[in-house]
């Protein structure tokens, strides 16, 4: 680090507080929140906790990476608001691999409004699975999306219509393949649903209900425990808007990076008024996932969304910030 950011202060406690409440309301795969935090000084290790990784549709660790790059988003637009310039290591010891990103809050700069409306949207931002108004997104909106996935070094193409229901159809064969699978229903059976009072997992005013023309494959939150569950329809869009987030390469940086590509991509939609949900049951398939992109998509597909407009979806729980800090020293 260069001396000149050595001698910079650490966050108050206050401030520390709401950076890491900010970085706990990120995205997380199944809503595992798979993140510890430690704060040493100035500087704040965001770490994989690996005990909870999902073993059947995440083996490599793949998603559990996207949900912490995702925290360390959020933690870096928290710090910014406040008045410090975030300066990340990504994957910064290789003698501490579990220690994802390193956030240090460098000099002081007052947020530009950009940042004060991303720092607005994170409460706000939440998973929607519900039918949508409208999939038509004006030109200048998805140019702001595709910026926000570049800004963090991923890519964000638009499907065509020749694609995305090419992607579809992959979707449901994807979902069919993994819902015929009992580890991956014991899986989401162990995440989804649960009594109310539960702080992690999918609660089941989450779920979405199914499409009535089975056309659209939104994740079924209920397939682990189908007799719990009320069977619920609705009527979808006919042509959804689909987008591929992807990265040039596929390796644990990657993934990290596409994490915060996907919390970045997820806040700008929010502040456009636009619900998003992700549907990434074809790259939980291996034998599917390479075969997730084109239209431009870069090689290595790391998340599907479904974006429009409509209800923004319900807010999930969340732990403590005290349960998942697990260390601070001055
Ligand atoms: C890597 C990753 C993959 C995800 N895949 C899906 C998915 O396939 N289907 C879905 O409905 N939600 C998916 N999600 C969204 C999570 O379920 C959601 O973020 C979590 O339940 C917390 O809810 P919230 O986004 O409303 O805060 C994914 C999130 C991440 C980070």
Wanted: net charge positive; glycine share 8%.
């Amino acid at each position: 680090m260069s001396p000149v950011l050595t001698t910079l202060r650490a966050l108050s406690p206050e401030s520390l507080d709401a950076c890491l409440t900010a970085a706990i309301a990120a995205v997380s795969v199944h809503n595992t929140q798979p993140w510890l935090f430690r704060a040493h000084g100035p500087e704040i290790d965001v770490m994989a906790d690996e005990r909870r990784r999902l073993r059947v549709i995440d083996p490599d660790g793949r998603q559990l990476a996207m949900s912490v790059g995702a925290a360390a988003f959020n933690l870096r637009v928290a710090m910014r608001a406040r008045g410090r310039l975030p300066v990340q290591r990504i994957l910064p010891d290789s003698a501490h691999p579990e220690t994802l990103v390193t956030v240090f809050p460098g000099p002081f700069s007052p947020p530009g409004a950009g940042i004060r409306e991303l720092t607005a949207a994170i409460g706000r931002r939440h998973t929607s699975r519900s039918p949508l108004r409208t999939s038509a997104i004006p030109w200048r909106v998805q140019q702001d999306l595709l910026a926000a996935a570049a800004a963090e070094g991923a890519r964000l193409t638009a499907c065509a219509p020749v694609s995305r229901d090419g992607l579809l159809a992959l979707t449901r064969a994807a979902a069919e393949t993994l819902h015929h699978n009992p580890a991956y229903r014991d899986e989401i059976a162990a995440w989804a649903g649960g009594p109310a009072a539960r702080t992690d997992g999918v609660p089941v005013t989450a779920f979405a209900p199914r499409d009535a023309a089975a056309r659209l494959p939104l994740r079924d939150f209920r397939s682990g425990r189908p007799e719990l569950y009320r069977p619920v329809t609705a009527r979808f869009e006919r042509f959804p808007a689909l987008m591929v987030l992807s990265t040039p390469g596929d390796t644990r940086y990657d993934w990290i990076r596409a994490g915060q590509a996907l919390q970045r991509v997820l806040l700008t939609a929010t502040v456009h008024g636009l619900a998003v949900t992700p549907m990434n049951q074809a790259l939980d398939v291996p034998a599917l996932r390479h075969l997730v992109g084109g239209d431009g998509a870069g090689p290595h597909a790391q998340a599907v969304l479904r974006l429009g407009y409509g209800s923004p979806g319900p807010a999930t729980p969340r732990r403590r910030v005290d349960e998942v800090l697990v260390g601070r020293t001055p």
